[in-house]
Structures are given as C-alpha cells and as structure tokens.
C-alpha cells in the first residue's frame, strides 16, 4: 500500500502533520534532560511519564503492524520509542539509588512484562478482526493515561495562578497533535486512533484557556516554597513592619535597648575622676595599702 492513499489523501495529511506536531511534543523534554546532565542531578524529576510513553508508543506500534495501512503511526511512535529510551536512560544514569531501582522496576515490569504479556494473549487468544478490536482497546487505554498525564501541571497552574511551568507553544502542539491525530483516525475510519485524541484535544484547549486567564500573572518560584529554603517568619514580619524596612544586628528582642540620658553620663564620669584621684593619694602616702584600691574600673 502506497504512503498517499488516491481514495483519500487526507489520510495521509493528517497523518504527516501529526507526525511533524508529535515529534515537537517528544522532543519538549528535551531542555529538562539537558539541564540533568549538566548537573548531574534528575532534581526530583518522576521517570513514570516517560516508562507510561514508551509503553504507549510500543502498543500503538504493534497495534499499527497487526492493523496494516497505518505507515504514519508507525514512524512517529518509533521515534518515540528511540527519544523515550533515551530519556529513560539519562534519568537512570542521574538519579538516585532508590529512584534508579523504582524505575528499574517500573519498566522491566511495564514496559518488558506487560507488553510480552499483551502480545501473548493477542497471538494466541484473539483470531483476525477480534484481534485488532482488543489490542485497539488497550492502545485507548494506555493513550488516555498518557494523555491525562497534564492534569497535574493544569492542577499546579490553578494552584499557583501561574502558566511558568506550562509552556504556551508546548500547549498549542498538544492541541494541534491531538487535531491531526483525531482527523487522521476519522479519515482512516479507526475509532481507536480516535478516541484518545479527543481527550488529548480537550485537554490541550484546557491548557491554552489557563494560559488566556494566569498569563498576567507574576511569575512562582517554586525556589520559595521548598521548605529548606523558607525564612524565618518572625524575621520577615519584622522587615515588613518597620519604617526603614531594616532589622538591627546586635538588638535582642528578649532584652529592652538600652536608654542613655545625659545626667547619668555626666555622674558618671564625676564618680571615674573621684575614684582616680583617691587612688593617686593612696598611691603617694608614705605607707600605700593595696587594698584600698579596690576593684573600679576606670
């Protein structure tokens, strides 16, 4: 079967831009996975996102090879099968030991004995039509979790009122991905292909209507909210009250500052020069005994 179908070449349209948008929405973790190796940190970065993808793209390869005619749905999950591997394995090389061991553990058991377990039950328990209806139905499966994998972002973004971890264009190709995709399926007539880009549709609008409503507001660190970077409240609130906006060093707020008045100054310099002139008299007498000098300071 040719690539451009001459009953309807919208199949293959829709197909081609929905590789050319799905090759920008793999390849947007990208910077992520440049910054941990760099650091050589995952600074807390989750690897199931990327196991649940690889597994995703792999069904959807199997379930294009068992259908026949879907060539476009097997180039891109390729793809994403080679740049979710790479991710994977960057994120093990850089993370720690008990999440190297987790996602060791997810994927052998997702990605090798799951899948195997698919294929199995596929080739032996389902014959022909039957065959492609249930691996169909577990690529929708699969799909829709991936798919749902922005909730958290949309659910940070409402939390924090800000759009810094959600980028605009990131959202505007989820969106047209799921486009294409969704026509590429109507036009190939398979409600597999379908289905899941619905959802990933109406989660990219979603996502480009939050942009519409937070894009005005400031910016989140996420830096301030880590609670070992926090500072200490009371410090803050006294930085806040005061008039100059600064806390003195060497003040304790457990003992009252000291007041000096010119009257006491003044007494006490009287009593420094009397004390000094007695010990001078003790010190020129004939018989001087030490011990009136005393103890004063001078």
């Not at 596929?122 to 991936?146: C, D, E, M, P, Y």
């Not at 970077?229 to 806390?247: A, E, G, I, L």
């Not at 009257?263 to 003790?282: A, L």
Request: glycine fraction near 4%; aromatic fraction near 12%.
């Amino acid at each position: 079967m040719g690539l451009i179908s001459a009953d309807n070449p919208w199949v293959f349209i829709s197909g081609l831009l929905g590789n050319i948008s799905s090759l920008v929405v793999f390849l947007a973790p990208l910077p992520t996975f440049i910054r941990v190796c760099k650091k050589k940190s995952t600074e807390g970065f989750q690897s199931i996102p990327y196991v649940v993808s690889l597994f995703s793209a792999m069904l959807w390869i199997y379930y294009a090879y068992v259908k026949t005619g879907a060539f476009l749905l097997i180039t891109i999950n390729s793809f994403g099968c080679v740049i979710e591997t790479l991710y994977i394995a960057l994120y093990i090389t850089y993370a720690p030991k008990e999440a190297r061991i987790f996602t060791l553990r997810i994927l052998l058991l997702l990605d090798f004995g799951v899948f195997c377990a698919i294929l199995l039950i596929t080739h032996f328990l389902a014959k022909g039509s039957n065959r492609v209806q249930l691996l169909g139905w577990i690529s929708v499966v699969f799909a829709t979790s991936v798919f749902a994998a922005p909730l958290s972002i949309i659910r940070q973004v409402i939390r924090t009122k800000s759009v810094e971890f959600m980028p605009f264009y990131l959202s505007v190709m989820l969106t047209l991905s799921a486009i294409m995709w969704l026509l590429y399926g109507i036009f190939l007539k398979d409600l597999y292909i379908a289905i899941p880009n619905v959802l990933g549709f109406i989660f990219g609008m979603l996502q480009m209507v939050l942009h519409a409503v937070y894009r005005k507001h400031k910016t989140v660190s996420e830096d301030v909210k880590l609670p070992e970077h926090c500072v200490d409240v009371t410090n803050v609130s006294t930085v806040t009250d005061s008039d100059d906006h600064r806390v003195p060093e060497t003040v304790s707020s457990s003992e009252p500052p000291q007041v000096h008045d010119h009257r006491t100054i003044g007494m006490t310099c009287k009593s420094q020069n009397y004390q000094r002139d007695q010990r001078e008299k003790i010190m020129d007498s004939p018989n001087p005994n030490p011990n009136l000098l005393g103890t004063c300071e001078a």
